[in-house]
């Protein structure tokens, strides 16, 4: 990567006419020049919202699967935050002036090329956040939005805890104890990370030393999928491969035990004095159960 400095008065002049900022043929750049409509902002505060949104791009794909979160969720929390008018809301993701997802996910491609951008953002944010320091308009959407990519590549660290949590049995069904071991493992190692960090987990360290990978807990997280995918709204579009696993989901369903689910926190759960559970024995062995699952 090559850093040029460029006087910010030419390079504005330059992208406003279309031109590629470093001198380089035009034809090669991306931009193609300004839509007059799109510079008439009435409100500044809808232009740091809809950037703020696109600025998501450092941390999440915006690929499939991710349209709902760049065109619907994420803008409609800060159009209901700031107040934004229809006609203040065009700069957004997938708006009359915002950009495409396909652009967004090679801004995206170019982070992960460039990782190193990345702990830098969000180290910089988690100081901000740490300094409980007032965030002026420009800069409150970047931080709303750093808010919300809590947990970001770890949805299904949450579906498990959920799982163990509200049915704890299942730690000792037989086909989900060698993943709940692995579970336990990174979660030991989990815990020496501060408090505020571990939910940037994944945009913090390097690919290789990510914890609670997928590929080493996919049983359990098709059984989690399985019980969280109707109300946990962020595990909705999870792809978590449930196809593959429906044999497994059924042997474990069957043992559910014949009382009532407790979706209580720890504390609720000792004030009630809830006695721990086994999983219900199956009714007959099945061919299945014998076979590897993975």
């Given at each position: 990567?090559?850093?040029?400095?460029?006087?910010?008065?030419?390079?504005?002049?330059?992208?406003?006419?279309?031109?590629?900022?470093?001198?380089?043929?035009?034809?090669?750049?991306?931009?193609?020049?300004?839509?007059?409509?799109?510079?008439?902002?009435?409100?500044?505060?809808?232009?740091?919202?809809?950037?703020?949104?696109?600025?998501?791009?450092?941390?999440?794909?915006?690929?499939?699967?991710?349209?709902?979160?760049?065109?619907?969720?994420?803008?409609?929390?800060?159009?209901?935050?700031?107040?934004?008018?229809?006609?203040?809301?065009?700069?957004?993701?997938?708006?009359?002036?915002?950009?495409?997802?396909?652009?967004?996910?090679?801004?995206?491609?170019?982070?992960?090329?460039?990782?190193?951008?990345?702990?830098?953002?969000?180290?910089?944010?988690?100081?901000?956040?740490?300094?409980?320091?007032?965030?002026?308009?420009?800069?409150?959407?970047?931080?709303?939005?750093?808010?919300l990519l809590k947990n970001v590549g770890m949805t299904h660290l949450g579906a498990i805890t959920a799982l163990v949590s509200s049915r704890p049995w299942t730690a000792k069904v037989p086909e989900l104890i060698p993943y709940y071991q692995v579970?336990?493992?990174?979660?030991?190692?989990?815990?020496?990370?501060?408090?505020?960090?571990?939910?940037?987990?994944?945009?913090?360290?390097?690919?290789?030393?990510?914890?609670?990978?997928?590929?080493?807990?996919?049983?359990?997280?098709?059984?989690?999928?399985?019980?969280?995918?109707?109300?946990?709204?962020?595990?909705?579009?999870?792809?978590?491969?449930?196809?593959?696993?429906?044999?497994?989901?059924?042997?474990?369903?069957?043992?559910?035990?014949?009382?009532?689910?407790?979706?209580?926190?720890?504390?609720?759960?000792?004030?009630?004095?809830?006695?721990?559970?086994?999983?219900?024995?199956?009714?007959?062995?099945?061919?299945?159960?014998?076979?590897?699952?993975?």
């Open positions: 990567m090559h850093v040029k400095r460029i006087d910010p008065t030419k390079f504005i002049e330059l992208i406003s006419e279309g031109h590629h900022p470093n001198g380089q043929d035009d034809e090669e750049w991306a931009f193609t020049g300004v839509t007059v409509e799109s510079m008439s902002v009435p409100n500044p505060q809808s232009l740091y919202a809809a950037a703020a949104v696109a600025f998501m791009t450092y941390a999440k794909p915006a690929g499939e699967g991710a349209q709902n979160a760049y065109e619907v969720a994420r803008p409609n929390s800060l159009i209901g935050k700031y107040k934004l008018s229809e006609t203040e809301i065009a700069h957004f993701p997938g708006g009359e002036y915002g950009p495409d997802l396909e652009a967004l996910d090679q801004a995206n491609a170019g982070f992960g090329l460039f990782p190193q951008f990345r702990y830098l953002i969000t180290t910089f944010f988690i100081s901000l956040d740490r300094s409980k320091m007032f965030a002026p308009p420009n800069v409150d959407p970047f931080r709303t939005m750093f808010a579970f336990v493992r990174d979660l030991t190692l989990f815990r020496v990370v501060p408090g505020d960090l571990r939910p940037y987990h994944r945009l913090l360290v390097d690919q290789s030393q990510f914890l609670f990978l997928t590929s080493e807990l996919r049983p359990l997280v098709a059984v989690a999928g399985h019980y969280y995918e109707e109300v946990e709204r962020t595990f909705k579009d999870y792809v978590y491969n449930k196809q593959r696993y429906e044999d497994l989901i059924k042997r474990v369903v069957a043992r559910d035990p014949d009382v009532p689910v407790n979706t209580g926190v720890a504390d609720l759960i000792n004030l009630l004095g809830i006695q721990d559970m086994d999983p219900k024995p199956l009714e007959a062995p099945t061919p299945e159960s014998s076979q590897n699952i993975l």
